[in-house]
């Protein structure tokens, strides 16, 4: 169905009419020969005055709609995007309801439907590619939430610039963003089910010498998975976060929207996406590897996991696209007093750092500081619950049940003696959370700077095409991951967190931060914002997290809840039990109900 913003009241119940006759498909753009300048696109909508209809026609091959959902089969109307052409002069892309099968599904004359063919994934989508020949529609074709064309021909609309209504349009899609990075939160959750339930049942060589280990105790387990399962839940507490402020910013109530919060929103849901999407496939293919032989089989899933990630790499915005708008929307809104005083209230933590003075990260001024201190407090007590500072940080040696310290000066096996700078305090999650909010404010002046240099000297498409992509990449994901973590922070100090939860989220949002910072470190140590000294125990520290989650993991896929008829992968059940016949690499269970067994 369209976007109801797109239409007003008489095109509503046009639509709605037409969901009893199956279905109907948005097609934003032409991609092959527009790309992703889809202002450019080749089909055009004249209206004939003489017949008070528009023609829709693709002049060219290049100017096909590809990619659609449900017309290779389904679909008996689409929603095509087309350069509306009146009086011999564009008004820019317009949205009309259009009807490509009739009652008997064959396609209307003047249109011609194609399969896209077989794919790496996702087959069961029939994506197809359409075009128009001289196909004539009604005037109340016109989707006319913004536009309106009358019976006589005159035209008016609420958005002056022709340009401007495509983008109005595209705007009210960003529901489609949101239900792509839904979409790939769930292979991240499914493929980090799969894969840790296994590593729970699959035993090998312990210190025995006899296979009676879990893989899941090895660090070799848990370093690859426990920091994609953190990320992933962080993700989904951002996620939230974006659906929140998009319900309330998407202007379905009728209220005005405020012009700012509304490109927050955009942007907002232009970063998700790419972040969703990209740890839907990190999850997928690392859980297959660790899986081994067993996750190469078809029947438990990676395959279809990693095609459907990459499907939601591209759906809906290419990610790398999606994040260059990100970049350039951010550009427009430094100016904006709130962003400064963001980036500014960042900076305040910079000698500190540099100097490795982590406790003075905790009082130092601008920003939240209660907020600040309570994140200061949150320290990982035995067994990795969240304690109040002054309690142990540590976690339990599982051969002793000994507490272990895990102050900065040792972590994961770093022992490094900070006597040299005593007043170096701790690592923990208030110190990681001024890291990234510095990157980010590091790189979007960075940023800014140059691309001011670009346009002086004339060359801004230049710099921003073919000069500056790793750092236009690298500002919106640190945006990204800084408004992720802020959504978690926000989270952590609801009071309405049962204290239960907030032990286990602690040192899952912690280890989404510092990974991250981990990832990024050599950054840090090159831009001279970190010293070496503290530098090197970031790589203990994240190692450290991991061996606090571990022996949380089986609960916390479970918590995602998952039915065990959508799991349907029998290394995440009793693998054993479905040994036992010639399956033929199929999920038939020739002797009992397929469920995992009790402890999974």
Known sequence: MPH?????????????????????????????????????MQTTATWEPSSRQFIIHSPTALSQKYWITNSAVHAQWCVVFAQLLLHGNSQGIHGFLVRIRDQNMRPCKGVTIHDMGHKMGCNGV??????????????????????????????????PKPRDRFLKVADQLLSGRICIASMMQ?????????????????????????????????????????????????????????????????????????????????VLCCAIKPLCAWNAED?????????????????????????????????EGDN??????????????????????????????????????????????GGDAAAAGKLAQMQLGPTGRAVAAGGVAGSVDRTTGSSVGVSVGVLGGV???????????????????????LREARLLRRLSQVMRGAAAAGSFFDAWMKQQSDMVQATANAYAEREVLEACVRQLQSPSLPPGVKELL????????????????????????LPPKVGRLVPGYVRHLVDVIGPNALQLVNAFGIPEHLVAAPIAANWEQYNTYDNQGELVDKTAPFRAPAGL
């Open 4 to 40: 109801p913003a797109l239409a007003d009241s008489a095109d509503q119940e046009c639509m709605l009419t037409s969901r009893a006759l199956f279905g109907l498909t948005c097609l934003p753009q032409a991609l092959s020969a527009a790309g992703n300048n889809a202002v450019e």
């Open 126 to 159: 029939d994506n197809g590619k359409l075009s128009f020949d001289n196909y004539a529609v009604p005037r109340d074709a016109l989707l006319d939430a913004f536009s309106q064309l009358e019976a006589d021909g005159s035209f008016s609309s609420s958005i």
């Open 186 to 266: 769930s292979v991240s959750r499914l493929s980090l089910t799969i894969a840790l339930r296994y590593a729970a049942s699959r035993l090998a060589v312990g210190p025995t010498g006899h296979s009676d280990t879990p893989i899941l105790d090895y660090q070799l387990q848990q370093r690859a998975l426990l920091p994609l399962l953190a990320r992933t839940v962080a993700l989904q507490i951002g996620l939230n976060y974006v659906k929140d402020r998009y319900a309330a910013a998407s202007g379905f109530n009728g209220a005005p929207v405020d012009p700012k919060i509304g490109l927050e929103v955009v």
């Open 283 to 315: 999850c997928a293919t690392t859980s297959r590897e660790r899986c081994g032989g067993q996750g190469y089989l078809s029947v438990n899933r990676f395959g279809e996991l990693i095609g459907f990630a990459h499907a939601g790499m591209t759906a």
């Open 320 to 365: 790398r696209v999606l994040m260059q708008k990100v970049a350039k929307e951010l550009l427009g809104m430094l100016l904006w007093p709130a962003t400064q005083a963001r980036l500014a209230a960042a900076e305040t933590a910079t000698a500190a750092l540099a100097a490795g003075n982590l406790a003075a990260v905790h009082s130092t001024p």
């Open 415 to 437: 022992s490094e003696s900070l006597s040299d700078a005593a007043q170096a305090g701790t690592l923990n999650l208030e110190v990681l959370r001024q890291l990234l909010q």
């Open 506 to 529: 602690v040192p899952l949002v912690t280890l989404y931060t510092a990974a991250a910072v981990e990832r990024d470190l050599a950054w840090y140590l090159s831009q001279e914002l």
